[in-house]
């Protein structure tokens, strides 16, 4: 049994404007979809579907794309509840809490880490994501930073190295010593598991022109750059992203109209990741995303998932706050937790169901995809495939 149709779709999310109503989100109303293998075989309208090895009856339901989370942090140990509830109560966030996951990370096993980050995997493949992102980061040694690529590696072919997350606590009077290691040691050791190097570029973390070091290290390693930029203050972080040609420039929220004008003027090469959970979880102004997609930059949404400023895995949580809160219309956020994650990825075989991409989908228990905003905090996704297998 090789082909499986997925018949009686009743709204199907293609994100591909060649297909259907002629939208960014190339939708098609009484859609089918074949699968071969591991990828998309065939798309269109289900009354002129091929005939399959096997049938699925969505039986009306919406479908969608899989989620891309093109941005997670996913190593690690322990959790900061404490944390969070001291920010329920007026204490601000700052990059200084992640620390304690840092101690904590140190202190697991490599099987408490895979467990843990195994686990979190399941809890997002429920609410729709196919394809996710995550980084290294809570380790700050040598061997830490290593294997937390290691671990990640066994899990997704888009691994992170993010040694300039914050100076490690052990070269703490040496700032400097430890931007040597980053580009130095611990680069050679982490860049044989990792597609991408990330730099935090914030007061407290890394500044411009550390940052800058990490990143042409890490490009001249074969990694491609994306920056944790504008987070909690202006900053040099978004500008350097376009300047290096990052895939990325992730966070984003506060942004002068130079850094909106450097990233349009990218002409989508650098991405703008919009990462509402974080804003949500530490109480902080939402970035302005309607600003930048009215300035014609590419924007991805994701989670950000981590134990201290953004701990969901659910990107349906992602897009009803863009909805609400960024003023993204449903489309745009759809297409921005799909398609946009993927070009935040450099990747074109996923976040879209035409024929040859890869066979990663979500059923929606509801008629619409407008339904993830329209509907928040209900557990909409009934059936997940991914790379043709049904997971969930
Ligand atoms: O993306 N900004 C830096 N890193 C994470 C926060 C990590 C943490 O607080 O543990 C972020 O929000
Ligand atoms: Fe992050």
Not at 41 to 50: D, I, K, T
Not at 61 to 86: K, M
Not at 100 to 115: I, K, M
Not at 116 to 134: I, K, Y
Request: aromatic share 6%; hydrophobic share 45%.
């Amino acid at each position: 049994m090789t082909t499986t149709l997925v018949t009686n779709i009743g709204s199907l999310v293609t994100n591909d404007p060649a297909q259907g109503d002629g939208t960014p989100l190339g939708l098609i109303e009484n859609a089918a979809v074949v699968i071969d293998q591991d990828k998309i075989a065939w798309v269109g309208a289900a009354a002129e579907a091929p005939a399959a090895d096997t049938a699925f009856d969505a039986q009306g339901r919406a479908a969608i794309p899989g989620f891309v989370d093109s941005h997670s942090h996913l190593v690690f140990a322990g959790d900061r509840t404490q944390e969070f509830n001291a920010r329920m109560s007026g204490r601000s966030y700052s990059a200084g809490g992640i620390r304690t996951t840092v101690a904590a990370t140190r202190a697991a096993t490599d099987a408490e880490l895979e467990a843990n980050l195994v686990r979190h995997l399941h809890e997002a493949r429920r609410q729709g994501t196919t394809t996710f992102e995550t980084k290294s980061g809570y380790g700050l040694t040598v061997a830490d930073e290593a294997r937390a690529l290691r671990i990640a590696a066994a899990h997704t072919e888009e691994v992170t190295y993010l040694g300039a997350h914050i100076v490690s606590p052990d070269y703490a009077e040496d700032p400097a010593g430890y931007v040597d290691l980053v580009t130095g040691e611990m680069l050679d050791a982490c860049a044989p598991y990792a597609r991408w190097v990330d730099v935090f570029c914030e007061k407290g973390a890394f500044d411009g022109d550390q940052a800058r070091a990490v990143l042409t290290a890490g490009a001249a390693k074969g990694l491609i750059p994306r920056v944790h930029a504008n987070q909690l203050s202006f900053g040099p972080g978004v500008q350097l992203a376009v300047e290096l040609e990052a895939a990325s420039a992730d966070h984003c929220t506060h942004l002068t109209d130079a850094d909106v004008d450097a990233l349009a003027n990218s002409s989508g090469r650098t991405v703008a990741t919009l990462l509402p959970g974080a804003e949500f979880s530490t109480r902080a102004q939402w970035p302005d995303a309607r600003r930048l997609l009215d300035a014609g930059v590419t924007v991805a949404l994701s989670t950000d998932c981590n134990p201290g400023s953004s701990y969901t895995s659910s990107m349906p949580f992602c897009i009803a706050l863009a909805v609400r809160d960024m003023r993204m219309t449903p489309d745009e956020a759809l297409w921005s937790a799909t398609t946009g994650g993927a070009r935040a990825l450099r990747r074109t075989d996923i976040g879209v169901l035409a024929p040859g991409a890869r066979a990663d989908l979500a059923l929606l228990d509801a008629p619409s995809h407008v339904h993830l905003a329209y509907r928040p905090g209900v557990p909409l996704v009934s059936a997940v495939w991914q790379r043709g297998v049904r997971v969930h």
